[in-house]
T-cell receptor, first 113, second 115 residues
Framework: DVKVTQSSRYLVKRTGEKVFLECVQDMDHENMFWYRQDPGLGLRLIYFSYDVKMKEKGDIPEGYSVSREKKERFSLILESASTNQTSMYLC????????????FGDGTRLSIL | AQSVSQHNHHVILSEAASLELGCNYSYGGTVNLFWYVQYPGQHLQLLLKYFSGDPLVKGIKGFEAEFIKSKFSFNLRKPSVQWSDTAEYFCAVNAGDTGRRALTFGSGTRLQVQP
């Protein structure tokens, strides 16, 4: 069974801090994704990666960056955290093709004070 | 750009009632369609998917969905819900003919099943 592990379930940070969210998958998936989930808005794509060192912006990339140095690990970085980035962050991975289902981690609930 | 609409934001049903959750998307080409479920405190799980073939797709836990291309719809159905179906349900789509791998999600439908 595919396992997508996010490093923290809950995280509290302060405005202006640089925040790192880590995600690891154990199934050698090519694609990895970061979403944020907000009530009434569903999931919105922040960034995704289809290979090591490759990344593409999603629908809401402003204020975020990503890093994929190894195939199994995809990091989301909040360069200077702001209160409007308080949210649930979900990582997902999938095999290569567009019809492949995504497998999700448990999520990180991030609060920016 | 694709978009996905889930018109029912919150649905309350009694056990044994039938369920239909609406999902409409906006994209004129080939699509891959998914329904995911998120049980309280758990991660999103795939319920079912459609990318070609029979437009009536069966998934886990007795769920099914029908792809109607002319209506740009992919509604989720279950003939008889159980209390354990209480969860949030998300419809998602990507454009199959562009090779886009990322999904566009709807805003979700929260289902509450009363015993």
């Amino acid at each position: 069974d595919v396992k997508v592990t996010q490093s923290s379930r809950y995280l509290v940070k302060r405005t202006g801090e640089k925040v790192f969210l880590e995600c690891v998958q154990d199934m050698d998936h090519e694609n990895m994704f970061w979403y944020r989930q907000d009530p009434g808005l569903g999931l919105r794509l922040i960034y995704f990666s289809y290979d090591v060192k490759m990344k593409e912006k999603g629908d809401i990339p402003e204020g975020y960056s990503v890093s994929r140095e190894k195939k199994e690990r995809f990091s989301l970085i909040l360069e200077s955290a702001s209160t409007n980035q308080t949210s649930m962050y979900l990582c997902a991975s999938s095999l290569g093709g567009p019809n492949q289902p995504q497998h999700f981690g448990d999520g990180t609930r991030l609060s920016i004070l | 750009a694709q978009s996905v609409s889930q018109h029912n934001h919150h649905v309350i049903l009694s056990e044994a009632a039938s369920l239909e959750l609406g999902c409409n998307y906006s994209y004129g080409g080939t699509v891959n369609l998914f329904w995911y479920v998120q049980y309280p405190g758990q991660h999103l799980q795939l319920l079912l998917k459609y990318f070609s073939g029979d437009p009536l797709v069966k998934g886990i836990k007795g769920f099914e969905a029908e792809f109607i291309k002319s209506k740009f719809s992919f509604n989720l159905r279950k003939p008889s819900v159980q209390w354990s179906d209480t969860a949030e349900y998300f419809c998602a789509v990507n454009a199959g003919d562009t090779g886009r791998r990322a999904l566009t999600f709807g805003s979700g439908t929260r289902l509450q099943v009363q015993p």
